[in-house]
């Protein structure tokens, strides 16, 4: 079995496999095949895989091997019918990237599609690794730009009170945020629209605030529901009225598979003070600030630096491949049954939970989403969407 690992695109600094994932991979009995320089950007050198078992090849060669696996999704057309690809398709947002699998008769497996609630998943969970990573270091930006200091200090020249933040969304980001700020000596507030949430928010040292009519808007999924925009501006109104005096802002509102909601109007920005910091985490699907430039860190007229740096986890190369790597490197051991790569039926990661289970999702299979020229039976949402 030969398996890929490739140069990522774009601005991307991560790699998809770290060299001390290779033993394990050739213990499984794979051979790994990484094109040159992949890891230089994380921080591993060519030599490092080498020393580790690894052969280092071209494109060419990487890009053939029988199973991809990447951080972002490779250009399907330049690939080979029945090849397999584990990556970050993301295809709500990009149900072109599902045609042309489709097309290619690629097998797609996107591991932001993988059924979070099942307990086998979790170490596979790209979606938890990476936003944790993000929740971290967007509070670590936040620090950075503020231009004050934050845990309280007691000098001879008197007292620093500490810093306010505010962190809107307490998912798994969400509560890394609140954490690292909370261990930084801020004082923390924290917003969500799942109610469940706020023992979770104290448990790590935040202040729930809490909204008038609000209640556990989660799906069966485990992520949140989309709102009213009634009870949106009800929310936004409610936080940004905390967030008034703050120091720093984080957002974190991301919907699965849809455009990041505002939270943070222009209106709201006028009302902050002078030298607070707004980190916006989801600038790569449209912001929840509206006046988040992506890939930007900006000032307003009134003295409010909003930053909206996309690929936040790619901002910690190193640590965030790792834990990639770990993760996929969990999926496909669970993919090799006596030294092949199987495509079990009853697999839940794969296909997610039957019906009847407490884990079911109308509409919503696993991290498979297409092989053989057609989108998988149980992906019915994603086939509405791909047409």
Do not use: W
């Amino acid at each position: 079995m030969k398996l890929g690992v490739l140069v990522e695109g774009g601005d991307e600094t991560r790699v998809a496999i770290v060299p001390n994932s290779v033993p394990k991979l050739m213990k499984l009995g794979f051979e790994v095949n990484v094109e040159s320089g992949a890891g230089i950007s994380s921080h591993h050198l060519d030599s490092e895989y080498e020393a580790k078992g690894a052969s280092i090849v071209s494109r060419e060669v990487a890009i053939g091997c029988e199973i991809l696996i990447c951080i972002g999704a490779p250009n399907f057309s330049a690939l080979s019918e029945g090849q397999i690809v584990a990556c970050v398709s993301d295809p709500f947002r990009h149900p072109e990237r599902v045609k042309q699998a489709m097309d290619s008769k690629i097998t797609l497996m996107s591991m932001d599609m993988i059924p979070r609630r099942l307990s086998r998943a979790q170490a596979m969970d790209v979606n938890s690794s990476q936003d944790n990573l993000a929740g971290y270091k967007a509070v670590l930006m936040g620090a950075a730009q503020v231009p004050k200091g934050i845990p309280m200090m007691t000098t001879s020249a008197g007292t620093v009170r500490p810093a306010k933040f505010v962190i809107m969304g307490s998912g798994v980001a969400g509560l890394q945020a609140i954490a690292t700020a909370k261990r930084l000596g801020a004082i923390v507030y924290a917003s969500d629209v799942r109610k469940s949430t706020a023992e979770q928010i104290q448990s790590v040292g935040g202040r729930f605030i809490e909204v008038d009519g609000m209640d556990d808007f989660e799906d069966d999924s485990g992520y949140a529901k989309p709102l009213t925009p009634e009870f949106i501006q009800k929310v936004n109104d409610t936080v940004c009225e905390v967030a008034a005096d703050a120091d720093v802002i984080v957002t974190t509102a991301r919907i699965f598979g849809r455009p990041a909601p505002i939270t943070v109007p222009a209106s709201a920005v006028s009302n902050f003070k002078p030298g607070s910091v707004v980190v916006d985490m989801n600038a790569d699907v449209g912001g929840n600030c509206e006046l988040t430039t992506a890939g930007e860190i900006v000032t307003t007229d009134n003295g409010v630096t909003i930053v909206g740096t996309t690929n936040l986890p790619g901002q910690l190369a190193s640590t965030a491949s790792m834990l990639y790597s770990n993760n996929l490197t969990t999926f496909v051991t669970s993919l090799v049954k006596d030294g092949e790569i199987v495509i079990d039926p009853d697999d839940d990661i794969l296909f997610g939970a039957p019906e009847g289970s407490d884990f079911y999702v109308s509409g919503m299979g696993g991290v498979l989403v297409c092989m053989n020229g057609e989108i998988h039976e149980k992906q019915t949402r994603l086939a509405e969407v791909v047409g």
